[in-house]
């Protein structure tokens, strides 16, 4: 009989094996390097237009608080700095910062880094979370909001609890529309993990919440339609001018029943941008094409990535509360995506991050299993094979 060797055993177990990682630096890398993309590259092809105006005070006269604020951040950082390249600099560096403290608090580890790295690594969400203007500063608070949850998952905290909320103030003030999802998503979050337990199975939870759901979409169906036919639609059709050579023209909605209905086409359509025609037209555009392709496949990775979470407070975290603000975005980034493929890329860039949510907090269970399965998992193995040699 061949001999063990438990002294090696017992070294692998009480060294685990290292894990594949992502590091914080390498965050902070591929936002520098899409900042001098999007610099020195991107703008030669296309416009940088916003960012410019921020950094020039084109917007000082904007009525719109959160664009008077950006503005005047802009003008002050360009002001010290001197150099635009810097400017741009400091935004990117304030959304790294929020992808870093995600990363750190979700343990990313192993086969659940790819997924974000697939987001932080296509052109659509690239170039506008590493450049001035209001999509890099939300990407920032959306980052340090995720990874205050997932952190509250792993341990209560009321630092955590109080990061979140100012984080969703300040995309609730930047976005209104996605930061609404993400005030939506805390309340459910926050009560599935704190509350009290009801027992019930995530299926009978799931129908309880859309029955809910139904009712207030009910009361407040006066509302909600009025916003949307007479606020939400016209705005986004008024963003985009005919001159554009990505408008089409041809998208036409103008009531609230236009835009439910038409979903199923619509959705699919914002979430990809350019169709082969349209790349056919402006070859520019198509590595953002295939960056939609990349969004769209992995939002329905994600939805399945939710459902077969760990059983418990984590599926019904994800399934009762990311999956339905993860709806609510959709549909409020549709009318902004349909009508001009260019300019919707800028605002998809806003809530992509929040498309890798099921996986940062599924490598956050996962790094928590990992940290207690040695000594339950081992030593009773090491104990057997020693008592075995003494009994020989």
Same mark, same amino acid.
């Given at each position: 009989?061949?001999?063990?060797?438990?002294?090696?055993?017992?070294?692998?177990?009480?060294?685990?094996?290292?894990?594949?990682?992502l590091g914080k630096a390498s965050v902070y890398a591929i936002f520098v390097c899409w900042t001098l993309f999007a610099v020195y590259v991107y703008s030669r092809y296309s416009q940088l237009g916003d960012a410019r105006a921020y950094m020039t005070g084109g917007y000082d006269d904007e009525s719109?608080?959160?664009?008077?604020?950006?503005?005047?951040?802009?003008?002050?950082?360009?002001?010290?700095?001197?150099?635009?390249?810097?400017?741009?600099?400091?935004?990117?560096?304030?959304?790294?910062?929020?992808?870093?403290?995600?990363?750190?608090?979700?343990?990313?580890?192993?086969?659940?880094?790819?997924?974000?790295?697939?987001?932080?690594?296509?052109?659509?969400?690239?170039?506008?979370?590493?450049?001035?203007?209001?999509?890099?500063?939300?990407?920032?608070?959306?980052?340090?909001?995720?990874?205050?949850?997932?952190?509250?998952?792993?341990?209560?905290?009321?630092?955590?609890?109080?990061?979140? +909320?100012?984080?969703?103030? $300040?995309? @609730? =003030?930047? /976005?209104?529309?996605?930061?609404?999802? !993400?005030?939506?998503?805390? %309340?459910?979050?926050?009560?599935?993990?704190?509350?009290?337990?009801?027992?019930?199975?995530?299926?009978?939870?799931?129908?309880?919440?859309?029955?809910?759901?139904?009712?207030?979409?009910?009361?407040?169906?006066?509302?909600?339609?009025?916003?949307?036919?007479?606020?939400?639609?016209?705005?986004?059709?008024?963003?985009?001018?005919?001159?554009?050579?990505?408008?089409?023209?041809?998208?036409?909605?103008?009531?609230?029943?236009?835009?439910?209905?038409?979903?199923?086409?619509?959705?699919?359509?914002?979430? +990809?941008?350019?169709?082969? $025609?349209? @790349? =056919?037209? /402006?070859?520019?555009?198509?590595?953002? !094409?295939?960056?939609?392709? %990349?969004?769209?496949?992995?939002?329905?990775?994600?939805?399945?990535?939710?459902?077969?979470?760990?059983?418990?407070?984590?599926?019904?975290?994800?399934?009762?509360?990311?999956?339905?603000?993860?709806?609510?975005?959709?549909?409020?980034?549709?009318?902004?995506?349909?009508?001009?493929?260019?300019?919707?890329?800028?605002?998809?860039?806003?809530?992509?991050?929040?498309?890798?949510?099921?996986?940062?907090?599924?490598?956050?269970?996962?790094?928590?299993?990992?940290?207690?399965?040695?000594?339950?998992?081992?030593?009773?193995?090491?104990?057997?094979?020693?008592?075995?040699?003494?009994?020989?």
């Amino acid at each position: 009989m061949t001999d063990v060797p438990y002294a090696d055993l017992a070294e692998e177990h009480r060294t685990p094996p290292a894990r594949n990682v992502l590091g914080k630096a390498s965050v902070y890398a591929i936002f520098v390097c899409w900042t001098l993309f999007a610099v020195y590259v991107y703008s030669r092809y296309s416009q940088l237009g916003d960012a410019r105006a921020y950094m020039t005070g084109g917007y000082d006269d904007e009525s719109q608080a959160r664009t008077y604020l950006v503005t005047q951040l802009a003008t002050m950082i360009i002001g010290l700095v001197k150099v635009d390249v810097l400017a741009h600099l400091a935004f990117s560096l304030f959304a790294a910062s929020g992808v870093a403290y995600l990363v750190g608090q979700a343990r990313l580890h192993g086969p659940y880094r790819w997924p974000l790295l697939a987001i932080l690594l296509i052109p659509s969400f690239g170039v506008w979370a590493s450049v001035v203007g209001r999509e890099s500063l939300y990407i920032g608070f959306l980052g340090f909001f995720m990874g205050a949850m997932v952190g509250y998952y792993r341990a209560r905290g009321i630092h955590r609890w109080w990061l979140a +909320v100012l984080c969703v103030a $300040g995309m @609730v =003030f930047i /976005r209104a529309p996605f930061g609404g999802a !993400m005030a939506l998503f805390f %309340v459910m979050a926050w009560m599935l993990m704190r509350g009290p337990r009801v027992g019930l199975s995530l299926g009978v939870q799931m129908m309880l919440l859309l029955l809910m759901g139904a009712i207030v979409a009910i009361i407040a169906w006066p509302q909600v339609d009025d916003y949307i036919a007479n606020e939400a639609l016209p705005k986004a059709r008024s963003y985009f001018t005919v001159g554009s050579a990505t408008t089409r023209m041809w998208v036409n909605i103008d009531t609230t029943q236009g835009l439910l209905t038409s979903l199923w086409w619509t959705l699919p359509l914002s979430l +990809v941008g350019p169709t082969p $025609g349209e @790349v =056919f037209a /402006r070859p520019v555009m198509f590595p953002f !094409m295939v960056s939609g392709l %990349v969004v769209f496949f992995l939002l329905l990775y994600a939805i399945q990535t939710a459902f077969r979470a760990p059983s418990g407070t984590a599926r019904k975290v994800l399934v009762l509360a990311w999956l339905p603000a993860m709806l609510v975005t959709l549909v409020a980034y549709v009318p902004f995506g349909v009508y001009n493929p260019g300019s919707g890329i800028r605002y998809a860039s806003c809530f992509l991050l929040f498309l890798v949510f099921p996986w940062m907090l599924r490598s956050a269970i996962a790094s928590m299993a990992e940290s207690e399965a040695p000594a339950r998992r081992y030593l009773p193995y090491l104990h057997h094979h020693r008592l075995a040699e003494s009994t020989r």
